[in-house]
DNA sequence: TGAACCCCTGACCCAACGGTTATGAGCCGT
DNA sequence: ACGGCTCATAACCGTTGGGTCAGGGGTTCA
């Protein structure tokens, strides 16, 4: 038992993280460039999906099919406002999948806080 | 400016820091989950093709893509060693992607040292 | 109610992906 | 040189993924 915890044996996963289902639909989410540049545009602004649209040479359709597959991923939340649907950062759920996977690995262990 | 740099203006590309496709390419590698479970395989110990082979119900040829993949995205790093193949985490690419991607977002910038 | 706007969903197409089997290349032992 | 072991590649197949266009549902305003 090189690195046990404190109770449980097996207790790779950290408490409040998301299951291994959830991660692999997030690395997924982030595995298309459009999506990547769809969360940087997001960071900070929060934006409706037609000023993401504005953004790319891709019709709206296609846009709002990332934006599903983010929200699936749970990268993203949706809100509708009247007749926009704005789109922000999921903050926690970003930073949470970044620490719950990166974490099991040493060479990242030292660059998380 | 919040964490301003010395003198470039936009600069939340680090130096050294993997570009882009690069960035995708290793996104890709990440959203699968028999490469994820390789990946954790490889943390501390490096490993023949064959001994993570045997951890999977999945053919040789099978795997040996997966890693091919990982090995594109710069994940792991192999050494042919007599008749086998062995293969290692590549630490330091790892982290890199870590910090570049996550960097760019304020939510995670909490979590990174 | 109806027109205009914003966005999502369905149906479809082609490319990419993940799996398989078969085969071959590279390295050892005898 | 040969046989056996390890691993990679080629060819193939079904599924998933990312794009399009067409159409429809929700909201606002007159």
Redesign the pocket.
């Known amino acids: 038992m090189s690195t046990a915890a404190s109770t449980a044996e097996v207790s790779d996963i950290q408490v409040g993280a998301p299951p291994r289902r959830q991660l692999t639909k997030v690395f ?2 982030l ?5 990547q540049e769809i969360l940087r545009l997001l960071e900070g602004h929060q934006r ?6 504005g953004n790319f ?13 983010l ?1 699936e991923a749970e990268l993203v939340v ?1 809100q ?8 922000r950062l999921n903050d926690e759920a970003l930073s949470a999948s970044m620490r719950s996977f990166f974490g099991q690995f040493r060479s990242c262990q030292h660059s998380l806080r």
Do not use: C, F, M
């Not at 409706?48 to 649209?53: D, K, L, N």
């Open positions: 997924k989410a595995s298309d460039g459009t999506r409706t999906v037609g000023e993401i649209v040479n891709l019709s709206q359709p296609t846009i709002s099919r990332h934006l599903s597959v929200k949706d509708r406002q009247g007749q926009n649907v704005i789109y």
